[in-house]
């Protein structure tokens, strides 16, 4: 056990940033309860389950800041896919070993893979103090206080320095959608939207702590407030106005937005407000209309994108898209693959993240006719990731020599840069920007000047990928 008085629950998150907000729902939990929390670092980035396979814990970056390490873990887990899975599984047992000096730290383990897989994790990890399903921060704390010392009498309450530079403002969770491909309905169960008074009243509080970019997210935040009773008048048009207007806040991204939300309204919305970010997240998943037909989405909403893409990026010159596709469907053929490769090509697109197709247990998808063997799907999305990455790669150079305001959020003290965000950067999943001190200032000097969730004035000077070296321009 730790040697701070009051017992320390660190915490790890797989998955995508709808996980980031379920893990602070928990730790917002733990600590009411009097318990410190922790956030381990270095982990696999949020939204990127294929990249997650080699990535593992360890106890220094689950123990730095906490003396002797922490007194229990929580492995919030991703499930989306069968590759998050593996790697949600890798993630439970390398906690399961995290100190063998001591007897071993009680491992909890939440989120999606406990919602869909909770009988097998029974049987196959004994050694794992509790299972806990997506959103039951009771049976969470109930969980740490059986295996933990009592708390503080007290709530805790995070110290001057805890604030970060950005949190994620859920507006709804679940999804009605029935797309053959995806598990997500099964584990979140059906789209339910907050009320509007008790999202702005999140969002001022969070701003009054000094978070100045808060991030819109759900499943699909275009379909905000269709499920709220008909005296609410609330839709996502309404409360992005009503986000914006708040005092003090610098950035209002979006994410999560389906390809029939991109409407006029929206678009005249987000140009209206200097400080709604010219950024979007719309999955596509593909481009042709029979696959797209067989995946349960409408191919009129994505042939539609390019024409609201176009009006899009008229109205807003510096608007960034990302999205997210899919190769190696059941039954695409060599032309609809072709087709799908034209359209990142000509789409010009900022981010994309491609997935080769996974069969996943209790979707349709799965037992559809002709699917591809392995080795395609591989190769499609291989094919499709390289021709995006190229283009995107060039529209990130193409920033070279141009100004932009940027977030601080920490340092490398290795490489001796800031480490810092411009509003084309959602956080952990498109790059960074590192700022280099001027050679007349200390390393000191200037990792006290500028400290994290600042914003300073930069000039882009070199690429490497997604990543931009800069220098201040003023701040």
């Keep these: 056990m730790a040697t701070n008085t009051i017992p320390t629950v660190a915490f790890t998150t797989l998955g995508c940033p709808k996980n980031e907000v379920d893990t602070d729902l928990m730790r917002r939990a733990v600590e009411a309860a ?74 909890i383990v939440a989120g999606c893979i406990v919602n869909r897989y909770a009988d097998d994790l029974t049987s196959e990890m004994p050694e794992v103090t509790a299972l806990i399903k997506v959103g039951d921060t009771k049976a969470l704390v109930k969980a740490l206080t059986d295996c933990l010392p009592a708390g503080a009498s007290t709530p805790i309450v995070r110290t001057e320095g805890t604030v970060r530079s950005y ?45 100045y970019e808060l991030i819109v997210i759900a499943q699909d935040i275009g379909r905000y407030g269709t499920d709220l009773d008909a005296d609410t008048s609330a839709n996502l048009v309404q409360l992005l106005s009503q986000l914006a207007a708040i005092p003090e806040l610098k950035r ?7 390809p029939e939300g991109l409407t006029d ?33 409408n191919p009129r909403d994505v042939q539609n994108f390019e024409t609201q893409l176009a009006k899009a990026r008229k109205l807003m010159p510096e608007l960034v898209i990302r999205t997210t596709l899919i190769a190696g469907f059941p039954g695409e053929t060599d032309e609809e693959f072709a087709q799908l490769c034209n359209f990142v090509e000509r789409a010009n697109l900022d981010y994309v993240g491609v997935f080769p197709y996974s069969p996943e247990e209790g979707t ?29 790669w060039q529209r990130m150079a193409d920033r070279i020599g141009q100004q932009a305001e940027v977030l601080v959020e920490g340092y490398d003290s290795v490489e001796n840069v800031l480490m810092a965000r411009a509003a084309f950067q959602a956080p952990d999943i498109d790059g960074i920007v590192r ?14 000047a500028y400290k994290p969730n600042t914003y300073l004035m930069v000039e882009f000077t070199d690429v ?12």
């Design 364 to 392: 349709i998808a799965a037992k559809l006719p002709n699917q591809l063997d392995d080795i395609v799907r591989l190769e499609r999305a291989q094919q499709v990731r390289d021709l995006a990455d190229q283009i995107g």
């Design 435 to 448: 700022v280099t001190p001027p050679e007349d200032r200390t390393t000191e000097d200037f990792f006290t």
């Design 265 to 297: 309204e929206l678009l005249q919305t987000m140009a209206g407000y200097p400080n709604i970010v010219p950024y979007l997240e719309v999955p596509l998943q593909h481009i042709e209309p029979r696959i797209l037909k067989t995946m349960g989405r």
């Design 34 to 107: 009097g318990y410190y929390t922790h956030e381990c670092t270095d982990l696999p980035a949020p939204n990127a389950p294929t990249d997650m396979a080699n990535d593992s814990l360890n106890v220094a970056n689950c123990s730095a800041g906490v003396d002797n390490g922490p007194d229990a873990i929580v492995v919030n887990t991703c499930s989306f896919i069968q590759e998050a899975t593996e790697a949600s599984i890798e993630a439970i047992f390398d906690a399961l070993g995290l100190d063998e000096e001591r007897s071993r730290l009680p491992v």
């Design 464 to 475: 490497i990928l997604y990543d931009l070296d800069a220098v201040i321009v003023s701040s």
């Design 252 to 258: 209002l991204r979006l994410m999560y937005l389906q």
């Design 167 to 211: 949190e994620y403002l859920r507006i709804a969770d679940g999804c009605d959608r029935r797309c053959t491909f995806c598990i997500i309905p099964s584990i979140r169960g059906a789209y339910t939207s907050r009320r509007p008074e008790d999202i702005l009243t999140q969002a001022r509080d969070l701003v009054a702590a000094g978070t």
